[in-house]
């Protein structure tokens, strides 16, 4: 497992400033060093102590430091609570620590970059998460006869990690299925529209951006989206990019224009972010063509006055106005307001949550469908014309719209229905038509006289010889309930007198116990088989081996028994024995088939 050495920071509280130091840590302990010779804050801690870990989520909407409390009591509190520079440095500390604490309370998950074993037990790679490493250790804790056979057949080396968990796949999606499934979408306030703050001193503007809110900066405007992934980190740095983003947007809020031509001029970068976004440009043009072709749009576009002096909406302090002849950006309330819902109602693409603003650009970038091929835009377009033409023709100069039709005439209406009772009754196995079955049909004196020559006929051969006695049948029945209300009568007055209640406690535990391995040794033994691997075949022989010594203590205990309890202990072991057996045949079968087929020993 090796050891671990990185740089973090000690605190007692969570408004604790905290100590910086150097926090190491091996299988067995954990120490942290301050940088500060002269502090006290020196941890000397075994790993044995610590009952459990927890972390903070960092989703990027406020300012919160990455932090990993270890706790030495879950129910009394207190424990040890550091604080790491990002979250990538607290993530690999806490995976150290679960694989740490995991091994002292009885599961080892794999180390992350461990090479997997293949196993036929297994689904998928055994690279696990913290959620399901999470869930695992979970169980553990609240299932003791669980960890028992975790500990046994686990860490003793007989099943792996991933075939004990493959027969409890159940539990783990039940357990997984507890936790709530709702995926967070963006807030409906509208984050991205970024506001300055100025601190009334000097001429200085801060913008604070988050990671939420360059999420839905980059949900709503994807041409910034699309240039954060050409530029950064090859033309510009993170830091550059999203001040030079800043220093648009603050052009555009302030309405400079003199000063945004002006300095678009000279950095291209910045010119980027003062144009208008193409690709919001083009996904108009797509929508507008799925328009009523009726709709007068541009007519629209004018009766709202916003082009006019003196007219627009209040925004900001000021009238908002649309410049046609402007090339800088200039989005109207009404868009922002409609593309923000767009964005809100359409939902997170991605369930990446991440303080890396590249990691969550590229992971909305794998989520963004394709854009339509050219032959859904010739579809397109010609269905538009149809609509279009279908829209302004003239209905009064159109003939009818009726489908042609072939008349029905009838001319003999008997032998018409005749014919489609005859094709009903085709595919129920008759291959005459109505007419000639009417013809073989019995007069109505006929057919009753058949029917009562039946009910004779079943009355005299059948049913005078009942299938079974109605006395018997009865009697059995009381008995059989007599015996079973007897039975738990006596149970629940004295469980003493129930066969395992004769047995000492500790012989009573120790068949319990050799019980429950047999059921998960055979368990895995059956689904072994047919043996097709040589990971399957070496399973097997370790369950044999591990059966062999269970069938072995079962006789030990058979013959040290007390002479007055010997025989309730055989009785008790003598169908685990019969399981044991079963199993020892078949596979004693198995190989003599491999042995006279000329194979291998393995049966491969």
């Keep these: 497992m090796g050891t671990m050495t990185i740089g973090a920071k000690y605190k007692t509280t969570v408004r604790d400033p905290g100590t910086t130091g150097i926090l190491r840590m091996n299988e067995d302990k954990l120490t942290f060093t301050p940088n500060d010779p002269r502090s006290l804050m020196k941890l000397n801690v075994d790993f044995r102590t610590i009952k459990g870990h927890k972390f903070n989520k960092v989703d990027g909407s406020k300012p919160t430091p990455p932090l990993l409390n270890l706790s030495k009591d879950s129910d009394k509190g207190g424990g040890y609570m550091f604080e790491f520079d990002n979250v990538g440095n607290r993530d690999s500390c806490r995976d150290f620590v679960a694989r740490v604490l995991g091994k002292h309370q009885g599961i080892v998950p794999p180390r992350p970059n461990a090479a997997p074993e293949k196993s036929v037990a297994s689904t998928g790679p055994d690279q696990l998460s913290s959620a399901e490493m999470e869930r695992r250790m979970k169980l553990l804790r609240e299932d003791s006869e669980l960890q028992k056979l975790h500990k046994k057949f686990v860490l003793?080396?007989?099943?792996?990690?991933?075939?004990?968990?493959?027969?409890?796949?159940?539990?783990?999606d039940d357990e997984a299925s507890k936790a709530s499934k709702q995926k967070p979408g963006f807030k409906s306030a509208m984050l991205a529209d970024v506001r300055p703050s100025a601190d009334g001193q000097?001429?200085?503007?801060?913008?604070?951006?988050?990671?939420?809110i360059i999420h839905q900066i980059f949900a709503e405007k994807p041409a910034v989206h699309r240039a954060f992934l050409d530029y950064v980190p090859k033309k510009l740095s993170e830091k550059d990019f999203w001040t030079k983003y800043c220093r648009a947007e603050y052009l555009l809020r302030t309405k400079n224009t003199l000063a945004a031509k002006a300095e678009a001029a000279e950095d291209e970068e910045l010119a980027m972010f003062l144009k208008n976004d193409d690709i919001l440009a083009k996904e108009a043009k797509l929508k507008i063509k799925r328009v009523d072709p009726t709709l007068d749009m541009e007519a629209d576009a004018g009766d709202d006055y916003i082009h006019l002096a003196d007219h627009g909406i209040l925004r900001d302090g000021s009238r908002e106005t649309v410049d046609a002849d402007s090339e800088l950006a200039r989005r109207t309330l009404s868009q922002d307001l409609n593309r923000h819902a767009a964005v809100v109602l359409e939902g997170r693409s991605t369930d990446v949550e991440s303080t890396d603003t590249k990691t969550v650009a590229e992971a909305l970038a794998r989520s963004k469908k394709e854009p339509p091929s050219s032959s859904v835009s010739e579809d397109t377009s010609h269905?538009?014309?149809?609509?279009?033409?279908?829209?302004?023709?003239?209905?009064?100069?159109?003939?009818?719209?009726?489908?042609?039709?072939?008349?029905?005439?009838?001319?003999?209406?008997?032998?018409?229905?005749?014919?489609?009772?005859?094709n009903a009754l085709r595919p129920l196995g008759g291959s005459n038509d109505g007419r000639k079955a009417r013809s073989c049909s019995l007069s109505t004196d006929d057919a009753f006289?058949?029917?009562?020559?039946?009910?004779?006929?079943?009355?005299?051969?059948?049913?005078?010889?009942?299938?079974?006695?109605?006395?018997?049948?009865?009697?059995?029945?009381?008995?059989?309930?007599?015996?079973?209300?007897?039975?738990?009568?006596?149970?629940?007055?004295?469980?003493?007198?129930?066969?395992?209640?004769?047995?000492?406690?500790?012989?009573?535990?120790?068949?319990?116990?050799?019980?429950?391995?047999?059921?998960?040794?055979?368990?895995?033994?059956?689904?072994?088989?047919p043996i097709t691997t040589t990971v399957l075949y070496n399973k097997v022989q370790r369950v044999k081996d591990a059966m062999t010594q269970i069938y072995q203590k079962l006789q030990d205990i058979k013959e040290s028994a007390q002479p007055d309890v010997r025989h309730e202990i055989s009785q008790l072991v003598k169908p685990m024995t019969q399981a044991l057996d079963a199993a020892f045949n078949h596979d004693l079968e198995q190989q003599q088939k491999s042995s006279k087929a000329g194979n291998r020993p393995n049966g491969l």
């Design 383 to 422: 269905e538009r014309s149809l609509k279009v033409a279908r829209m302004t023709e003239i209905e009064d100069l159109q003939a009818p719209r009726s489908l042609p039709y072939a008349p029905l005439c009838i001319k003999d209406p008997r032998e018409y229905f005749d014919s489609q009772q005859a």
């Design 449 to 529: 006289r058949h029917l009562m020559d039946q009910i004779s006929l079943i009355k005299d051969n059948k049913l005078n010889i009942p299938v079974l006695q109605s006395d018997v049948a009865l009697k059995v029945l009381n008995e059989l309930n007599e015996g079973i209300s007897r039975s738990r009568r006596l149970n629940l007055k004295n469980p003493q007198d129930s066969l395992l209640g004769h047995l000492p406690h500790r012989t009573r535990d120790e068949l319990m116990d050799h019980w429950t391995a047999i059921q998960e040794l055979l368990r895995h033994f059956w689904s072994s088989y």
């Design 156 to 172: 003793g080396n007989i099943l792996q990690e991933s075939e004990f968990w493959a027969t409890r796949k159940n539990l783990l």
């Design 202 to 212: 000097t001429n200085k503007v801060t913008f604070s951006l988050t990671t939420e």
